[in-house]
């Protein structure tokens, strides 16, 4: 199809990930048009995005917003994504998220749609999970996000899916919601409390922003690219390892990490190794030169946002 200057872009999914993913195509210049039940946090109108309330579940709604906006481009990023409730609510879970895909997927005016897919969809027994590694989802957030894939990869053949490890980032303590695992962290940290971090969970954290980066890369891509590909930082860290980063960058006390078994808290149910490495991604003309960052160049690039509140706490 042929492009305008400034292409029209839906990001289905307003939350954390949502948002970074708007930031990045807006400041490209793109059109971009923010949906969700919810209206964001963060205004979009303030970094040059809109926003439309939408229940992405209810097809004769997804219809009128596509004949009305008609997009160029998409971007899946729908829950719900709170891998605690959907172990606890299964079936709602996997209906929200084969809904809500099947609803964009048959969209054939797209010149590409991306959907924001998980580490979850393996098991967590190998190290590392590549494209080709067998998937055998670990909980049920990893059952309907790989429904979701067989729906979208089905019904489009200018789709991807786009796995991530752990994304994290800056977001307000008062978000209303629960946070990105850095931010959680650096929030209590930045106060002098402790923090409690599985030391048995092993993921690959990427910054938001890189995803946010490989993302519009993909979108503005030529045709054919790999229907599934990885996006993992470079870096394999426990949970308790990366808050020790965490502690280091924002200049807290390390004795501040408390390392405890995953299965103490709201991480049970995930992979014991959620990690990805990508056999594809930096072979991809589109894409080979997007640099993602390790944890500790992520720290220190956002220990800024953290300063301590707790007064002079010196190291013991």
Do not use: Q
């Amino acid at each position: 199809m042929t492009r305008t200057t400034t292409p029209r872009t839906l990001i289905v999914g307003s939350g954390f990930v949502g948002t970074g993913i708007a930031r990045r195509l807006a400041r490209a210049g793109d059109d971009v048009t923010l949906v969700s039940r919810g209206r964001p946090a963060t205004p979009p109108e303030e970094y040059g995005a809109r926003w439309s309330a939408l229940d992405a579940t209810d097809a004769e709604a997804c219809t009128r917003l596509l004949a009305r906006l008609r997009p160029e481009r998409i971007v899946l990023v729908h829950g719900p994504s709170d891998v605690t409730w959907c172990e606890e609510h299964p079936e709602e879970a996997d209906a929200a998220h084969a809904a809500v895909t099947a609803n964009f997927a048959a969209y054939d005016a797209a010149s590409r749609t991306v959907m924001i897919s998980t580490d979850n969809v393996f098991d967590g027994h190998a190290w590392h999970n590549t494209e080709h590694t067998p998937v055998s989802p670990a909980n049920a957030y990893g059952r309907a996000k790989r429904h979701a894939e067989r729906r979208l990869l089905g019904g489009s053949a200018r789709a991807v899916c786009l796995r991530v490890s752990l994304v994290y980032g800056h977001e307000p303590a008062d978000a209303g919601k629960w946070l990105n695992f850095f931010a959680a962290c650096a929030h209590r940290l930045a106060d002098g409390a402790s923090v409690e971090a599985p030391d048995d969970h092993w993921t690959t954290p990427v910054h938001v922003d890189d995803v946010a980066a490989v993302v519009a890369a993909l979108l503005a891509a030529p045709d054919p690219l790999p229907p599934v590909l990885h996006l993992g930082g470079p870096d394999r860290v426990t949970r308790a390892e990366w808050a020790g980063v965490i502690a280091e960058a924002l200049g807290a006390p390390a004795g501040l990490v408390v390392p405890v078994p995953k299965a103490r808290g709201r991480y049970a149910s995930r992979p014991e190794n959620a990690c990805l490495v990508s056999e594809l991604l930096t072979g991809l003309p589109a894409t080979r030169a997007v640099t993602v960052r390790g944890v500790r160049d992520g720290a220190r690039d956002l220990a800024a946002a953290f300063p301590l509140r707790a007064g002079d706490v010196l190291e013991p």
